[in-house]
Structures are given as C-alpha cells and as structure tokens.
C-alpha cells in the first residue's frame, strides 16, 4: 500500500494513493490545495505527482487491452434467439463490453486527477515545490 501523508499545522492526513480515485474529486481539490500551502508537504506532493503519473499509464494500457479484446472477441448473434450458443455469446459479449466501460471510467477518473494536480500546482504561482 503506497501511502502519502498531508500535513497541515495540527491537521495530518494519511491517504492510500491507489485508493484516491474512490474520493470525491472536490475532496481532492481541497487535499491537495491545503498541502500546498505547508512547505512539509513537497515531496509527498512530488511522490503523488509519480503516483498519479503511473496510475495513469497503467489505467491506459488496460483500456488499450480491453479494446483490443473487445474487437477480437466480439461476434454478432441474433439477440432474440435463446440458443446456448447464442446466450454464451451475448454473455461474453457483454462482458466485453463491460471490461471496456470499466476501464475507460478508470482511465477517465485517472486523468481528471492528474489534471487537477496540475491545475493546482500551475495556481500556486511562487510554491516552492514547482520551482
């Protein structure tokens, strides 16, 4: 488990980096913008950024994957018959399908944090840790 903790005054947060993307994205935005502000916090914010960074390409290669998958494995049948050959394609089809819509809401979820990182590190003109 690949840990970062925030700092801030009093306040201290240990967050699990591969967790971060079942946090509400505002409750990022506010995480990280209060570690920003405490010059404790540069190289957790640097080990975040590298975190992030490779969950992102991970998350890529695994949609690329389950692309690949999906255009190799899908085969048409007539929805309406009620073969087993029939019900054991659509079922894999669908799961296909499925294995698509997951890992690109997983791939999306990556970039929309990595974007909000940079965001907060371009408004935090003069922060030590951009420099």
Do not use: C
């Not at 005054?9 to 591969?18: E, I, P, T």
């Not at 309406?80 to 050959?85: G, P, V």
């Amino acid at each position: 488990m690949r840990t970062i903790e925030i700092r801030y005054g009093d306040f201290r947060v240990v967050l699990d980096a591969d967790a971060l993307d079942t946090l509400p994205r505002a409750n990022i935005k506010k995480l990280l913008k209060l570690a920003s502000r405490d010059y404790r916090n540069e190289s957790e914010l640097r080990k975040l950024r590298s975190i992030l960074e490779e969950n992102a390409s991970a998350a890529a290669s695994a949609h690329a994957k389950a692309k690949e998958e999906f255009t190799a494995g899908w085969k048409y049948v007539n929805t309406k018959s009620r073969t087993k050959d029939a019900v054991e394609t659509m079922q894999e089809n669908n799961r296909l399908q499925n294995a698509v819509k997951r890992t690109k809401a997983a791939l999306n979820k990556t970039k929309a944090l990595l974007q909000i990182f940079n965001e907060m590190e371009i408004n935090q003109n003069g922060s030590s840790y951009n420099q």
